[in-house]
């Protein structure tokens, strides 16, 4: 089972969001489990779990573990593919965020674009590693940081970005043969705190000194 994998079939994306399947999803990444199991478990008869069952099997999100006897029925035991499923935008194509159409680096909206476009890019380069079965050289940093004031957040973002931008002039080799184009995503947001969404938009909201205007 795989830990996380995306969904870029808008007919599988719509089959995942049922409620009843997306709990049936999650019993089975805990374990392998019959038609006849789940049913206790969800609360359903057999024969609608098994209708359910089979859409997920035929989009990929489930599939055959095993089979085992039980009197004179041999039954099913499924599990799911993955332990997480994430949407990719191309799930949504004519309507997935595009990050080009627009460019502003203060602008959380276009930070969101950013992000789709990211699950969207890493999740077709999964699907053709895994179909080459190869491996995908990835990289990625994740950290938090609390900043005194408004103008340290400021001075941390001028100072990030002067120093990516020194990395890239470095090591960018746009004429070199056989090289390989990488993109590079960073992204600065508040840490989300256990209040309301409103309480919280609010407060990011309030007057604060302003960001340095960054290179485009």
């Known amino acids: ?112 674009a950013l992000g789709a476009r990211l699950v969207r890019d890493v999740g077709s380069l999964i699907t053709g590693a895994a179909r080459a079965r190869k491996r995908l050289a990835t990289y990625a940093l994740d950290g938090e940081v609390r900043f005194a004031s408004a103008a340290d957040r400021a001075a941390f973002v001028e100072e990030l970005t002067a120093g990516i931008s020194a990395l890239i002039h470095k090591y960018d080799a746009p004429e070199a043969e056989g090289g390989r184009d990488h993109r590079i995503v960073v992204a600065l947001h508040p840490t989300l705190k256990d209040r309301p969404p409103v309480a919280e938009a609010e407060a990011d909201a309030r007057p604060s000194a302003a960001p340095p205007e960054l290179d485009q």
Do not use: C
Not at 23 to 38: F, V
Not at 51 to 72: C, D, F, I, Q, T
């Open 1 to 112: 089972m795989l830990d996380v994998t995306v969904i870029e079939d808008s007919e599988a994306a719509a089959v995942s969001l049922d409620p009843i399947r997306a709990r049936l999803l999650a019993e089975l990444a805990a374990g392998p489990a019959s038609a006849t199991m789940l049913a206790g478990q969800v609360g359903l008869p057999r024969q609608k779990v098994n209708y359910h069952l089979k859409a997920l099997e035929r989009h990929g999100l489930v599939e055959l573990a095993g089979e085992r006897r039980k009197g004179n029925v041999t039954e099913r035991l499924m599990r799911a593919t993955a332990a997480s499923y994430v949407i990719s935008p191309l799930a949504l194509a004519a309507v997935q965020p595009d990050p080009d159409r627009f460019r502003d680096q203060f602008s959380a909206r276009w930070l969101l």
